[in-house]
C-alpha cells in the first residue's frame, strides 16, 4: 500500500509540472536602437564629459576639440578682409574725386561752348577739355574694374571665414540625441579626428524584442499587432508586458539545400522584431519569451 501511495504522489507531481509546462511561441533577447556618434573635425580633446551609463539629453555638450589654430585662422582672414576692405575704399575716394573733377570739366566745357560758338575762344580749347573729360571717364572705368576684382576677393574670403566657423562649430561636440551611453571610445587628451568614434549611444526607453520563428509561424504574425512579451520575475516567475510587432524579416536566417516536405519547411527561421516599453528592468541582451495571440485572444 505504501509503493502504490509513493507512485500515486510521484505521478501527480509529474501530471501537474507537465500541465504548467506552457511552452512560448519562441525566445530571443533584447535589443537597443543605438548609434555611434563620431568626431566631425580633428584635433586634441580638451575636453570630454561623457561617461558610460550616463543619461543624455538632445543638444547637449558634452565636449571640446582644441580650436586655437581654427580660431588663428579666422583671425588670420580677418586681418585679410581688413586690409582688402581699405583698399576698396581707397578707390571709392579716388572715383569720388574724378567725378568732381568731371563735374567741373562740365560746367566749363558748357561755359566754352557758347564762346567757341560766338567765335570768343578757339575750337582747340574746348576739344582739350573734352579730352580731358575723357581720360578721367576712362580712369573711373578702371578704378570700378579694381573694385570688382577687390569685392571677390572680399567675398572669397567670406566664403572662408565661414567654412573655419562651422569647423570651430563642429569642435564643440554636441549630444545627438537623448539617450544612454553604452560605450565611450575616447578620453580628454586623446585626438579625435573627422568619423573617429567617441561614443556608442542608445535610447533605452522603448527596447527590441529579437526572436526567430519558423516559416509554418509566420501566418500568425503581422506587423503592428500586438504580443505578450515575458521576461523573467523573482521566484521563479516570470512578469508579462506588452508589445507591437515593428518588423519581420523577408529572408530566412537559414534555408536548408533541400526542402521537400512541409515537415522540412518549418526548419525555415525568420527574425522578428517586438518593441516593448522599458519599465526600467529591460536590459540590452536579456533574454525573452514571446507569446503572438495571447493578447489579441484576451482583447477578444
Known sequence: MKNYLILFIFVSIWTSCGNNDELSDAYGNFEAKD????????GLVTDFSAKEGDLLKSGEKIGLIDTLQIYLQIMQIEAQKSATATQFNTLESQIKVQ????????TEIARLKKLVE??????QKLDNLEQQKM????NIESINTQKNSISAQLNVAEAQKEVLENQLRKCYLTNPLSGTVLKVYIRKGELAAPGKALYRLA???????KVFVSGAQLAQIKIGETAEVLID??????ESLEGKIIWVSEQAEFTPKIIQTREERVNMVYAVKIAVKNNGRLKIGMPAEVNFNTLQSKNE
Open 203 to 209: 535610447n533605452l526607453d522603448e527596447m527590441d524584442l
Open 118 to 123: 560766338e567765335g570768343a575762344a578757339p575750337q
Open 135 to 138: 581720360v578721367i571717364e576712362q
Open 35 to 42: 548609434i555611434i556618434v563620431s568626431a566631425e573635425t580633428a
Open 233 to 238: 520575475a523573482p521566484e521563479n516567475t516570470t
Open 99 to 106: 567725378k568732381v573733377q568731371i563735374d567741373n570739366l562740365n
